[in-house]
């Protein structure tokens, strides 16, 4: 059977490419084509400093700061990274006319002391959609993984439970093994998907500090899964500058706008690119930061463009995840 390339981060929705020879014009729906990476392994990503490449030469002419941070890149780069999954409790959740038991599911980072483990719930039917998805689109890869079945009765007690939590664990680890599985849109969204919906909610409906706190958590756990492509992260790091901005935190709102245009470097043709180019000259201007290299860099793209809709970047974030 053929197999599905790699999550590319866009939802279902799939937008028309303008073709060039060059590879900075093609949208972030392609990119995958053109870098072909490990997925076991973290890509190097350029340096946030205006005209600094990743493969930069570390004898030039470069500060104690961006030398050192050549060379944690480099490390970086060549660094292993591993996701490790465990269960350690559920719940039993009543509800006026339901019933269900949640599984606590804990992702942490391997490799290096992670700080930022994350936390999410998740049903029995979440695992059970998400292995039927995974039949269909990797069935040779998961014809021999067994899912635990359901029970008619005794699935709140306490045996049962701890069954399936030891079983759901052994079977993310497994999912996490398996190349393909691990890099596909609809293993990454079984994980990450509620919550950003949540967030994203959130953000539509005016409540930013809510929307905000989400969206932290939810980046954090991206930033985990998708090392293969730092450039999946652009969206919620963009809806994180637009709650700081609207909560008037400017300067927060500057640094997640920069780690946002680190992973865009490449791909200035990406739908986020001016929208985030102009939020940012607005900030550095009230900030009172230089922005006149990325209002050269806006003029440029605009230039290339040619005649374009303007949207703002809180337009397009709250366009994310309606159903």
């Not at 729906?29 to 990476?37: A, G, N, Q």
């Not at 963009?238 to 700081?244: E, F, G, L, R």
């Not at 200035?268 to 209002?295: C, N, W």
């Amino acid at each position: 059977m053929e197999r599905s390339q790699p999550y590319s981060g866009k939802g279902d929705q799939q937008e028309g490419i303008d073709v060039t020879t060059e590879v900075d014009t093609v949208d972030e729906d392609d990119y995958e084509t053109l870098m072909p990476l490990q997925p076991t392994q973290e890509l190097s990503e350029p340096a946030i400093l205006s005209g600094t490449q990743s493969s930069q030469d570390p004898n030039s002419s470069m500060t104690t700061k961006q030398l050192q941070e050549y060379w944690r890149n480099e490390k970086r780069s060549c660094r292993e990274v591993k996701v490790l999954f465990e269960i350690p409790s559920a719940r039993i959740v009543e509800k006026p006319f339901t019933k269900y038991v949640t599984y606590q599911i804990i992702i942490i980072q391997t490799g290096s002391f992670d700080c930022n483990k994350s936390v999410i719930e998740r049903r029995y039917s979440d695992f059970e959609k998400l292995h039927a998805n995974l039949l269909t689109e990797f069935y040779d890869e998961m014809e021999d993984i067994v899912f635990p079945k359901k029970c008619l009765t005794g699935n709140f007690t306490e045996e049962i439970i701890l069954e399936r939590k030891l079983a759901f664990q052994d079977y993310l680890r497994l999912l996490y093994s398996m190349e393909y599985v691990r890099t596909s849109r609809m293993f990454i969204s079984f994980l990450i998907r509620p919550e950003l919906e949540e967030a994203y909610s959130c953000l539509r409906g005016g409540q930013y500090t809510k929307a905000l706190n989400v969206f932290l958590e939810a980046v954090a756990l991206q930033e985990k899964l998708t090392k293969h492509r730092p450039v999946l992260l652009v969206p919620t790091l963009c809806a994180i500058v637009v709650c700081h901005n609207d909560l008037e935190d400017s300067r927060s709102a500057y640094e997640f706008g920069e780690k946002a245009l680190l992973r865009l470097e490449k791909y200035p043709g990406h739908r986020y690119h001016l929208p985030l180019l102009e939020t940012m000259i607005s900030l550095a201007y009230e900030l009172g930061k230089d922005f006149v290299s990325l209002q050269e860099k806006l003029e440029e793209r605009k230039a290339r463009k040619g005649q374009i809709r303007a949207v703002t970047l809180k337009e397009l974030a709250v366009q994310e995840y309606v159903h």
